[in-house]
């Protein structure tokens, strides 16, 4: 019998200093480790970035993950983005001769992708279709509004609804997984298809040893790391980096700027004014380009809280890799915005976190405050959601089948 293979396919992945990064990158070397061959498959907006990966993960698709500002897209451009994408993937499995022996995972996508893989998945037959994992890691929306803010959340339902639904006819059920990344998703997502969806891990990487750190010492915060976004609040925390600086002199601030992130063309010069910042203020340390997954794990084994200052109106449905990093480690507290999905989690799971008023300094500054003075450690929850969420994606994910 032929050996499988796994080709994860995302075209979110653009940007190293992400989850995606994390998954891929240790997905590949754990699939090595058992003789198992893992192909990753990223957005052609990588290329630059993948020099030295021998092969493994792939500049593919220009078929665009996100849509422009997580919106709904009209009909004709659903349709349009959802027949490139088909297109794309008709190249990728006839170049590498894709077939029933294989796993494709489909790790990020909106319903234009969705629709895509169903339109191509419906054109071959049914003994050579390879077995599937979707991962839905975004808002399947909402199946009954009940005010006018919420339509977005209805077109997407809709927009889900019918492609997943579409997904799901197109190959056995045996040969189909659906899962997603936490359980207000798995939810929706229940409800938008009929189907069963499994909570799959959030973050694949798993620190090997615990940390340890002297009980006295300053504190360290993280103000910014990962990709440039202006929804993560970057001009915000920009704008007001040297006052917190100087109204937390006992503290450490720690802020990564990416650039080599996508985002970062927008904000020409914060290069040069945090390197002046630097020198003016003794206890910001300023981190520039690209992290490697290493680089990435340490900096959130050095810190005892990360700030995520995000647009309650951008991620109140959106989910964040900040917060599972900060799940998975017994040293470190959330800062976040209130009115996110990470709020509603940290409560959820009953985690210390400390929230703030977006766009509010004095907001933002109180939480600090508190979080400063509390010697507590992190309340340690042993439940089957955390302890589903916080196990390795590549121990899940090579046991599917």
Not at 110 to 127: N, Q, R, V
């Amino acid at each position: 019998m032929a050996s499988i293979r796994y080709f994860l396919i995302d075209p979110g992945f653009e940007d190293f200093d992400s989850h995606h990064s994390s998954v891929a990158e240790t997905l590949i070397g754990d699939a090595s480790s058992t003789g198992k061959v893992v192909t990753v498959l990223a957005s052609k907006k990588l290329s630059d970035s993948v020099k030295n990966l021998k092969g493994k993960i792939i500049p593919f698709f220009t078929t665009p993950c996100y849509t422009n500002n997580l919106e709904p897209l009209p009909a004709f451009k659903e349709n349009e983005l959802a027949e490139k994408f088909q297109a794309e993937l008709s190249d990728l499995f006839r170049r590498y001769n894709i077939n029933q022996n294989d796993v494709i995972v489909l790790h990020t996508a909106f319903s234009h992708l969705f629709l895509g893989l169903a339109k191509f998945l419906s054109c071959i037959p049914k003994l050579h279709i390879p077995k599937l994992i979707v991962c839905g890691m975004f808002d399947p929306g909402i199946a009954s509004p009940k005010f006018m803010d919420e339509a977005m959340r209805y077109s997407w339902f809709i927009k889900n609804k019918l492609s997943l639904s579409f997904l799901e006819r197109s190959l056995p059920s045996e040969k189909l997984v659906f899962a997603t990344s936490c359980n207000e998703y798995k939810i929706g997502y229940e409800a938008l298809t009929g189907a069963s969806f499994l909570i799959h891990p959030a973050i694949n990487y798993q620190p090997s040893q615990p940390f340890s750190r002297e009980i006295k010492g300053r504190k360290r915060l993280l103000l910014f790391v990962g990709s440039v976004k202006e929804d993560k609040g970057t001009s915000f925390i920009l704008n007001n980096s040297e006052h917190l600086c100087k109204s937390f002199p006992n503290v450490d601030f720690i802020l990564h700027w990416n650039t080599n992130s996508p985002g970062s063309i927008e904000y020409k010069h914060v290069e040069s004014q945090l390197r002046r910042l630097g020198s003016r203020v003794n206890n910001l340390d300023v981190l520039f380009g690209t992290l490697t997954t290493e680089q990435y794990e340490l900096l959130f084994d050095s810190v005892q809280g990360a700030i995520a200052s995000y647009m309650p109106n951008k991620y109140k449905f959106k989910t964040s890799g900040v917060f599972w990093d900060v799940l998975r480690r017994s040293h470190c507290n959330l800062l976040c915005s209130k009115g996110t999905w990470l709020e509603r989690e940290s409560n959820f799971m009953e985690e210390r976190a400390y929230f703030f008023d977006y766009g509010d300094i004095d907001s933002m500054i109180r939480a600090i405050k508190e979080w400063e003075i509390d010697e507590s450690s992190v309340d340690l929850k042993s439940t089957q959601y955390k302890n589903a969420i916080c196990r390795s994606f590549s121990e899940w994910l090579l046991s599917r089948f």
